[in-house]
């Protein structure tokens, strides 16, 4: 399995950005996917996930109305509106999500390569 995530940039505050994330290989079994943050000095956090079903989406609490996550086919992607300097991250689209602990885990670690989210104020 293959993620490649491509997207990220430099944006001021307010603006917008729409993070892809390209899967190859066997992900077929996948019943969830989505995208994580790592903000500098801070551990990797959720940001959203979507079911593969049915498209049924998740968000963390905070970035609910301005994040938007989707699927077309082989490619998954966050459009982000309304961008805050706290949206400052790399950004990792994530494979074969488990949400069953109540947390969402990437048991497998399939990461894509982190794509780099600037937003100046």
């Known amino acids: 399995v293959q993620l490649q995530a491509s997207g990220g940039g430099l944006v001021q505050a307010g603006g917008s950005l729409r993070l892809s994330c390209r899967a190859t290989g066997r992900t077929d079994s996948f019943k969830f996917m989505g995208w994580f943050r790592q903000a500098p000095g801070k551990e990797r956090e959720f940001v959203a996930a979507?079911?593969?079903?049915?498209?049924d989406t998740y968000y963390k609490h905070a970035i609910q109305d301005r994040f938007i996550i989707s699927r077309d086919k082989s490619t998954m992607y966050l459009q982000m509106d309304g961008l805050r300097p706290e949206d400052t991250a790399v950004y990792y689209c994530?494979?074969?999500?488990?949400?069953?602990?109540?947390?969402?885990?990437?048991?497998?670690?399939?990461w894509g390569r982190g794509t780099l989210v600037t937003v100046s104020s």
């Open positions: 979507i079911r593969l079903t049915d498209q």
């Open positions: 994530a494979g074969d999500l488990d949400p069953s602990t109540g947390d969402w885990r990437n048991p497998n670690d399939y």
